[in-house]
């Protein structure tokens, strides 16, 4: 049993750190676990491969912002959704990770679907909501379907355990880091 933890968890460390770097660096993205990453530029031009996948996705800003105070204090407290972790000016710069999920019960394309809207979810971003405006056109997201061959139990255990070390690796601005 010990051998199978530390293969899983060598698993886990091993993909968080390709997707980090796919992310980060652009590098090419080679995985035993995911299909090649998406990328949503904007809403309206979502990928209907998603339709169906499950996986992980990290939104990232392309732009370099402040958020005042007020601007956060709106963000936080106009609806539920993700929010940023504390109640002060915040500078955004192009790259940084916004939010990063796992999507197991939903497809990914209703999962981001939710967070470039103004409904869905609590943990969703909602982008769409006027509160939110300000990042709408200033992220993108990067999806990491993963491969057919795992199933609904293993993706249980696979991506909410992905999902967590990538939340330390990349250090999102928001959404809880609750897995």
């Known amino acids: 049993m010990q051998a199978v933890l530390r ?12 997707i980090t770097s796919a992310i980060n660096a652009g590098s090419t ?10 990328v949503i530029q904007k809403w309206h031009e979502q990928d209907r491969r998603l339709r169906g996948q499950k996986g992980i996705y990290v939104f990232i800003v392309r732009n370099t912002l402040t958020l005042e ?16 972790r504390e109640y002060k000016k915040i500078d955004i710069n192009d790259g940084d990770c916004l939010y990063i999920g796992s999507c197991v019960s939903k497809s990914l394309y209703s ?3 939710e967070h470039f809207s103004d409904s869905g979810s609590y943990y969703a971003l909602k982008l769409g909501h006027p ?3 300000e990042l709408h056109n200033t992220v993108y997201c990067v999806a990491f379907p993963i491969k ?3 199933t609904q139990q293993q ?20 959404g809880s880091n609750r897995v």
């Open 69 to 84: 105070y007020k601007q956060v204090f709106d963000w936080n407290e106009t609806l539920k959704g993700a929010k940023f």
């Open 131 to 133: 509160a939110r405006q």
């Open 155 to 174: 993706c249980r255990i696979l991506l909410p355990a992905l999902e967590k070390r990538l939340h330390d690796l990349l250090v999102p601005l928001c």
């Open 148 to 150: 057919c061959n795992y």
């Open 7 to 18: 293969q899983l968890c060598e698993k886990i460390e091993k993909e968080a750190l390709q």
């Open 29 to 38: 993205f080679c995985s035993t676990v995911f299909d090649n990453p998406v």
């Open 111 to 113: 999962r981001i679907k």
